[in-house]
């Protein structure tokens, strides 16, 4: 019997051995250089676009925030020179953006992206191309690489199981071992001493390989931001840069400080269990909080953080989804390593009994992680994998299929453990178990195997996500006008509703002109409303620059430039465009029925997993009557005043708004663009006799916020002492009235 | 006020920071719940439930 026990101790070891060798070929083999999560979502130019002359500036929308620091953007030409070079603006930190000279030639121009991303420190790079004139041949950009970095999934194989078996450890401790075998003759943690020191040791060697796969986790992340080696990470501080200067770093600080909590309260267990043996137990079941805590740091770094579709939803699922594998196989893998101690002086009925006792209940707790981690799983593969192509043509696709195969053999294992392990089967499923070598063996089985899929998930982690299918984005809106000798150029990125940048390129006789005072407004004259005067500043080569938000919706709207020159004389230029949706940067998306029906499907298991405990509280409570009808009218009450509360605030501010810019009854049609201002003067000098003095001063000095219309029935009525215009004027003549006066201001 | 976005990816702006703050406070505040409800609460729970989670005289045995 002992040789036997003996024997599969040894057969087990070299399962998991073996097991272990093939997870570690798998992730090597998998691995290759560069990896990231985010993507570009727009650029302008496009990629190979071929412009008539080149662009003021070079723009990159990315699907997520960057690390300034660390991100940059390089413009060579054909020969190989730099042209221009650029950044991360303060104001947009999703933007890699470069400032062009303005006489670019003719010829092809390459744009290097170096893109850190901010959520896990990812870093690309990435070439596009645009060419001025017309296309060259034989130049092209390369795209991101979508394969993961070797070095971090080695960390991240290492970090994340060493976190979930923590927190699987000391779960199991609270919530099934000292329910099933617990006993206060053992006065240190509830167990007999041989139990609580195998138990620690699983705890000291996942606390030393979390900690091992942290540290190595920002060693390599300040290898890829600085693009050095280990010997200048060290000696030049570079990972206390990265510690303390990126979000990477912040996640890392979070999680070592949780670590070190955990760890410091394992260690007062250690200290304390001789002196003050009661308090070993309230320290391990505390631990477990904090290893939730420290494995939620994971998922804020995680793919989800990323999504385009609910990211902060994401994050949380991707968390319970950590939480229930860390619970299941975490908690397996501390079992499977328990069990041959805590059953070693048993055998026969009284093991049997033992071993039902525990098992049973983690069969319950598992049964619902899996349900927990089916779900979660399913909703966080709806958010990257669209089409059945994306899980066969792409990297992510495939680290995906693998967790789904290891993961799929995990479920008929862990189902095989369900059915067999209930008392009324037990004696009927041990006969067949031991000629494996016994249920030790078959559950050891089953925690390789979750190590396995743990260590896909790691994989998974680190592979870059396929990019979405983008519709063909609509060009940025721009358009040139000679106004007063003076060419003026307007061009707005992206163009879309939403916050554009204005780049007016001015030239005077072929040359930039930069001795100008510019200023921009767009306005919407469909519901005549207009935004502020931005005042452009000047980058040099003619090209003035602002910023704003005022295309807040896709239609028409006109874009005004004054351009004053230094005797004080102004050029203005209209533009009128129609803005459209498609211009626009891609800041989320809709969900789609299986985006919904895997919410729903996480939204039930969390109710499952709640039903015991709701269960025992209903128990607890007083139903009688009145208690009853109290409840469910507080209840009723309470919904109906929230219900009703954001109804009336709606309304409020439909009625606020609706106050403050209601719907004009008449539009101005007329661009308010030079000629039209050379008219309106006009017909103010020669139609609106009177109007001069204090009342024109105080109508100027209201026009920021004086609609049109009002404009319009003041040159039709008159306004205070500022007589009608000429009865005989047309509309078309008043609207160059309108447009003159407001020009004023 | 300008909060700095820290230690979340900037979807809901310094509300990240918020839910992120306030989950971690919920959790640590959890953690002092266990600690304490851990310290008097005797082993077996059907000890000290009326109505126990699992009152199965199977899903309990006494290790020695």
């Known amino acids: 019997m002992k040789r036997r026990f003996i024997r599969t101790k040894k057969t087990a070891s070299a399962w998991t051995e073996r097991l272990g060798l093939l997870a570690a070929l798998l992730l090597v083999l998998a691995a290759a250089p560069a990896a990231a999560h985010g993507y570009i979502v727009r650029s302008i130019p496009e990629n190979r676009a071929v412009l008539e002359r080149a662009p003021a500036r070079l723009q990159y929308w990315f699907s997520e925030g960057l690390e300034p620091e660390f991100s940059s953007i390089t413009v ?19 933007l890699l953006a470069a400032r062009l000279p303005t006489d670019l030639p003719d010829g092809a121009y390459v744009a290097e992206l170096r893109v850190a991303f901010a959520s896990d420190g990812h870093v690309i790079t990435e070439t596009r191309v645009f060419f001025v004139g017309q296309e060259v041949g034989g130049v092209s950009g390369a795209a991101a690489s979508d394969q993961a970095d070797a070095l971090e999934v080695i960390w991240r194989a290492l970090a994340l199981p060493a976190g979930l078996l923590l927190l699987g450890t000391f779960a199991l401790y609270g919530s099934v071992l000292l329910p099933a075998w617990g006993s206060s003759a053992y006065r240190a943690g509830g167990l007999p001493p041989r139990l609580m020191r195998r138990l620690s040791a699983v705890i000291a060697a996942g606390l030393a390989a979390a900690l091992a796969g942290n540290i190595l986790a920002i060693l390599q992340q300040a290898m890829v931001l600085f693009n050095a080696d280990i010997g200048q990470v060290f000696a030049q501080n570079l990972w206390s840069i990265v510690r303390v200067g990126t979000r990477f770093g912040d996640l890392w600080n979070a999680r070592m400080l949780l670590l070190a909590l955990a760890a410091a309260l394992y260690a007062a267990s250690l200290y304390f269990r001789q002196e003050r043996p009661e308090l070993v137990r309230p320290l391990w079941t505390a631990n477990a909080w904090a290893l939730a805590l420290a494995v939620g740091t994971f998922s804020a770094g995680s793919h989800a953080a990323g999504s385009l579709l609910w990211p902060w939803a994401g994050v949380f699922v991707d968390w319970i989804h950590a939480l229930a594998v860390g619970l299941w196989a975490g908690g397996l893998g501390a079992l499977a390593l328990a069990l041959p101690v805590a059953l070693s002086p048993y055998s026969g009925d009284t093991r049997r009994a033992a071993l039902l006792a525990v098992l049973n209940r983690f069969s319950r707790l598992a049964v619902v992680c899996v349900a927990l981690v089916i779900t979660t799983g399913l909703y966080s593969s709806l958010n990257w994998i669209e089409s059945p192509a994306d899980l066969t043509g792409t990297t992510f696709g495939g680290a995906l299929a693998l967790k789904l195969i290891l993961a799929g053999g995990l479920l008929a294992v862990g189902l095989a453990h369900h059915v067999a392990l209930r008392p009324e089967r037990y004696r009927r499923w041990q006969a067949v178990a031991r000629r494996v070598g016994g249920f030790i063996t078959t559950l050891r089985l089953e925690a390789a195997l979750a190590l396995l ?28 006008q000679t106004v007063d000798g003076l060419d003026i150029s307007l061009t707005i990125t992206p163009g879309g509703p939403g916050v554009n940048t204005y780049d007016v390129l001015v030239r005077q006789g072929g040359k930039p002109a930069d001795d100008l005072a510019v200023r921009v407004q767009m306005a919407d004259p469909a519901l005549d409303r207009r935004g502020v005067w931005d005042t452009a500043e000047n980058a040099g080569d003619g090209l003035y620059v602002a910023a704003g938000d005022e295309i807040n919706r896709a239609g028409d709207w006109w874009a005004l430039v004054d351009v004053t020159r230094t005797d004080g004389t102004t050029a203005r230029a209209a533009y009128a465009w129609a803005i459209s949706e498609a211009a626009a940067v891609l800041q989320s998306r809709a969900p789609n029925a299986f985006n919904l029906l895997a919410l729903a499907g996480i939204l039930a298991a969390l109710l499952w997993a709640a039903y015991p405990s709701a269960r025992r509280l209903y128990a607890r409570l007083d139903l009688n009557p009145a208690t009853v009808t109290i409840a469910a009218g507080a209840a009723a009450a309470a919904v109906l005043f929230i219900a009703i509360g954001v109804i009336v605030i709606q309304n409020t501010q439909a009625q606020y708004e609706a106050t403050l810019y209601p719907p004009p009854t008449i539009i101005n049609p007329t661009l308010p663009d030079a000629d039209s201002l050379a008219r309106g003067r006009a017909l103010v000098e020669s139609a609106c006799a009177g109007w001069t003095g204090r009342d024109l001063e105080t109508l100027v000095e209201r026009l920021p916020r004086t609609r049109d219309e009002e404009l319009f029935f003041a040159v039709r009525d008159g306004w205070r002492g500022l007589p009608p215009c000429d009865a005989g004027l047309s509309d078309t003549q008043r609207w160059d009235v309108v447009n003159a006066v407001r020009a004023l201001g | 006020m300008h909060l700095p976005v820290i230690l979340a990816h900037g979807a809901l702006g310094v509300w990240d920071e918020v839910i992120f703050l306030s989950v971690a406070a919920i959790f640590l505040i959890m953690m002092g719940i266990s600690w304490i409800r851990s310290r008097s609460a005797p082993f077996d729970e059907t000890e000290n439930h009326e109505t126990p989670l699992y009152p199965n005289e199977k899903d309990r045995f006494r290790l020695d």
């Not at chain 1, 060579?76 to 999703?94: E, K, M």
């Open chain 1, 453 to 480: 899929v743990v260590a896909a998930a790691g994989l998974l982690t680190a592979t870059p996500v396929p990019t979405p299918d983008f519709a063909p984005s609509a060009p940025p809106p721009s358009a040139s």
């Open chain 1, 76 to 94: 060579r030409d054909q020969a190989g020179n730099t042209v221009a070079d650029g950044g991360v603006p303060d104001d947009n930190r999703a």
